[in-house]
Structures are given as structure tokens and as C-alpha cells.
């Protein structure tokens, strides 16, 4: 049965129109249900779920995006070697996190709707986010689902680059990228922050210097952009890296209840009702989530093959196993 705080989270995320989170509520309550030997209730809670699946297409303009967009500023000269803009494509319903990362990034989003509310009684809303995890797993994603939700432009940092450049160099385009951040409002992606932390991946380079040169700038920044910085291996970030955030969330590998998630965003329009979803949960275990999404492609292609629109078991199980044996291979 649902906990309290399941059924609080429930009523909220139905007030709140917000699907997302309202989804991942119910699928938690259904993975304990199925934990617990309860698989008939799970099974008829998690049918009832599915077939409830609607939710607003990508991009559809409705309550909070019927706002207007922030435009972008179309980066030249030197800023243009330091970052990249994107026109963010996706909202956060794309997205299958678990419900805990799913209700905090639904609160970074209340925070940043309400800023003037919580300005006006000396408050910050939360704007600077680390995000740790797996490779595949929606750090990224999760960016560009911020910037669609709040209709701000996306931009994305190349750390990689400023890995590679004397640290001097790469603190003078670090400031270029904090001007921008303070003038022009937008999610600003600060990709694997790992490739500045850890010198033994680049022996001779100033990352870390640069990496301090980051952290000041990201101390000293008081604008209303919104830093999503993310890492695969938060490990190498030492507490003064960590300390600069106001929030730090965990992308673990996906879940069942979230790979099936992954599977019904991927394969949206697809006829789902043959999947043998244990099977396809117990075959994706210990897989990200991009490769389950790559295997839910691989079969939709398939399925198209075929001459229709339904998904076999088989062929998601084969992909699946496809995409973990190329894992075994991967160096
Ligand atoms: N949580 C998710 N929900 C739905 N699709 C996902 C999710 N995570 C990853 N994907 C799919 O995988 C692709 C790559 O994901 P993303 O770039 O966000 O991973 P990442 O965590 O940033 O990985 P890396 O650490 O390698 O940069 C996405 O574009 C999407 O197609
Ligand atoms: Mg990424």
C-alpha cells in the first residue's frame, strides 16, 4: 500500500498538473507492491498507469509554457569557442528519473518560478546543480528538460576544451562564460566536471587551476541563470568543488520501474501491450538509461520492419542483450 508521504505526493503532483512526478509516484508505489508479492495489485496499478499515459507532447505550449522564451544570444568570437547554444527540445515528462530526483528537480523548478516571491523575503531560489551519476543516465538530458520547462535558452560549456588549454587562458574564457551568465538569463551546462578535477586524467594541463577558477566565479555569480553542472565520478570532487552547489543529485542506473519508463517514452505510438515487462526489466539490469532507450529503438525499428506498430518482447530482449554485450567489449 501507499505511505503517507506516497499519498501526499500524490494529491500534490495532481494539483500541481504535474504529470512527471505524479507517474513516478505511482510506479514507486507499484516496484513495492511487486517487492512485496502483491504482483496482481502491481500489475493492475501499473496497467491502469500505462494506459493513462498521455501527458503533454514535447514542446506543447501549455500553462507555464504558454510564457514567453528567453532568445538566446548567439555566441561569437571567443565566447563561441567556449560554449554552445541549444534550442532545448525536451521537458522534463521525457525524462524517467526516480520519483526522489524527480520531486527535487520539480522543486528547483517551483523555486525558480516563485524567484521574485522568495527574493521579496530574502531567500535564493536553488540555481546551482551537480549532477552524479553513470554515464547514459540523463544528466545531460535533465538540462535541457530545465531549459525547456523554463523557456530559457540552453547553453553548454566546453569544459572539455578548457581541460586542454594553459589555465590562464581557460580562466579569461570562463569569464567570458560568467559574463554571459550574469547578462543573459539561461541554464548554462557545465558538462563532466570530472575532465578539471582529476590531473591524472590530464597530466601537465591547469585543470585543476581552472577548476579553482570555476569554483570562484560560480561563489562570486549572484545572476538568475541557472548552473547545472554534472559529473560520472563525483568521487574526484573534493568538498570545496562540492560546497559551491546548493544541490547535489544522485543519477543512479534505472530502476525496473524506470526502465519501463524509459522503454514507453522511447517507444511512444508503439503498441506496448504484448511486453513481457519482467523479463524486459530483469534482462536491462545493470544497463543506463540510454542504453534501454537505444534498445527500445532498435526494436521499434524492427517492429516497423515488420510492416506495424507492435513491439515484441523478443525483440526488445535481443537488443537488450546486444546492447550488453557491446558494454562487454567497451574497453
Ligand atoms: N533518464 C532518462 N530518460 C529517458 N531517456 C534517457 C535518460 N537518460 C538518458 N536517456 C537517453 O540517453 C541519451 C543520453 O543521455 P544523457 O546525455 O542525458 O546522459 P548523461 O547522463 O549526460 O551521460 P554522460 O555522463 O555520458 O554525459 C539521451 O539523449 C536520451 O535519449
Ligand atoms: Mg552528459
Not at 527535487?104 to 521574485?116: G, I, S, T, W
Amino acid at each position: 500500500m501507499a505511505t503517507a508521504a506516497q499519498v501526499k505526493a500524490l494529491v500534490e503532483s495532481h494539483s500541481l498538473g504535474d504529470d512527471a512526478r505524479f507517474r513516478s509516484v505511482v510506479l514507486e508505489i507499484v516496484e513495492n507492491a511487486a517487492r512485496t508479492g502483491r504482483t496482481r495489485y502491481a500489475q493492475e496499478v501499473r496497467a491502469l498507469l500505462d494506459a493513462a499515459r498521455t501527458g503533454p507532447a514535447p514542446g506543447a505550449a501549455s500553462g507555464a509554457a504558454a510564457r514567453r522564451p528567453v532568445s538566446a544570444v548567439q555566441p561569437r568570437g571567443e565566447l563561441a569557442r567556449a560554449l554552445t547554444v541549444v534550442e532545448p527540445a525536451t521537458r522534463l515528462a521525457d525524462v524517467a528519473l526516480g520519483s526522489e530526483v524527480m520531486g527535487r528537480l520539480h522543486r528547483v523548478l517551483a523555486e525558480q518560478r516563485r524567484a521574485e516571491a522568495l527574493r521579496a523575503r530574502g531567500f535564493e531560489p536553488v540555481r546551482r546543480l551537480l549532477l552524479a551519476g553513470p554515464p547514459g543516465t540523463g544528466k545531460s538530458l535533465t538540462a535541457e528538460a530545465l531549459a525547456g520547462e523554463l523557456l530559457l535558452p540552453l547553453y553548454e560549456v566546453r569544459l572539455d576544451a578548457l581541460a586542454d588549454l594553459p589555465a590562464e587562458e581557460a580562466g579569461s574564457r570562463l569569464r567570458l562564460v560568467f559574463d554571459l551568465l550574469a547578462r543573459s538569463r539561461g541554464v548554462y551546462l557545465f558538462d563532466d566536471l570530472d575532465t578539471l578535477a582529476d590531473p591524472a586524467d590530464r597530466p601537465g594541463a591547469g585543470a585543476r587551476e581552472t577548476l579553482r577558477t570555476f569554483t570562484a566565479l560560480l561563489e562570486q555569480d549572484a545572476s538568475d541563470s541557472v548552473v547545472v553542472a554534472t559529473s560520472q565520478r563525483p568521487q574526484v570532487l573534493e568538498r570545496w568543488v562540492l560546497r559551491r552547489f546548493d544541490a547535489l543529485l544522485d543519477y543512479p542506473l534505472p530502476t525496473t520501474g524506470v526502465v519501463h519508463e524509459v522503454v514507453l517514452r522511447r517507444l511512444r505510438g508503439f503498441d506496448l501491450s504484448a511486453v513481457e515487462w519482467p523479463r524486459v526489466a530483469s534482462t536491462a539490469s545493470g544497463l543506463s538509461h540510454e542504453e534501454v532507450s537505444a534498445a527500445a529503438q532498435s526494436a521499434a525499428k524492427q517492429a516497423v520492419l515488420d510492416g506495424g506498430r507492435h513491439v515484441e518482447t523478443t525483440a526488445l530482449l535481443t537488443a537488450l542483450r546486444e546492447r550488453r554485450q557491446m558494454l562487454k567489449m567497451a574497453p
